[in-house]
């Protein structure tokens, strides 16, 4: 049975912190991993990976994927206030998104 | 202005009844997709449709029935033969159903079945 794990669960850190977040799958046939970052309402997209090795960047959130250990990491530096959220990581497979159950990250100032 | 709409954002349903949740997309995206979220679960995926008139069962479409008629619309329906509805429920679409293509959500709907 395909599935996606995510790791914490839940974390709290402070502003200034930096932190990772872990996402480890096992599909058939994957075809690329997904973050999303959801604020209550709708998941917002934050990166798309689908080759190992190579890191996807925005600002202060990072992204890499390593397909050999069927993981990928979201990195977060200097945390805001503003990235609480939780953070949903996906896997394409076969058509279809398989949803981990999500990181709530609280970032307290 | 491009997006998802979904409608209501809050519904309230007395057990037994069915209800239909809407989900339209003025975005020309092929596909669309609902899913189911719960506390704790992360999103599961309940019907989805790569194009009109067509559409295929996710992991948990026990008590919940779309149609897709027109590419705009993908309507869920939650039946009362679904026994625990209360949940948040999010439709997406994409431009195809393949892995290249993102996935854009809605705001959602939460429905509480009293």
């Known amino acids: 049975e395909d599935k996606v794990v995510q790791s914490p669960l839940s974390l709290v850190v402070h502003e200034g912190d930096t932190v990772t977040l872990n996402c480890s799958y096992e599909?058939?046939?994957?075809?690329?991993l997904l973050w999303y970052k959801q604020e209550k309402k709708a998941p917002t997209f934050l990166f798309m990976l689908?080759?190992?090795?190579i890191e996807k960047k925005s600002g202060r959130l990072s992204s890499i994927l390593d397909k050999k250990e069927l993981s990928s990491i979201l990195n977060i530096t200097a945390t805001q206030t503003g990235d609480s959220a939780i953070y949903l990581c996906?896997?394409?497979?076969?058509?279809?998104?398989?949803f981990g159950q999500g990181t709530e990250l609280s970032v307290k100032p | 202005d491009g997006g998802i709409t979904q409608s209501p954002k809050y519904l309230f349903r007395k057990e037994g009844q069915n209800v239909t949740l809407s989900c339209e997309q003025n975005l020309n995206h092929d596909a669309m997709y609902w899913y189911r979220q719960d506390p704790g679960q992360g999103l599961r995926l309940i019907y989805y449709s790569q194009i009109v008139n067509d559409f295929q069962k996710g992991d948990i479409a026990e008590g919940y029935s779309v149609s897709r008629e027109k590419k705009e619309s993908f309507p869920l329906t939650v039946t009362s033969a679904q026994k625990n509805p209360t949940a948040f429920y999010l439709c997406a679409s994409s431009i195809a159903g393949s892995g290249t293509d993102t996935q854009y959500f809605g705001p959602g709907t939460r429905l509480t079945v009293l």
């Open positions: 689908t080759s190992s090795g």
């Open positions: 996906a896997v394409e497979a076969e058509g279809k998104l398989i």
């Open positions: 599909v058939t046939n994957f075809r690329s």
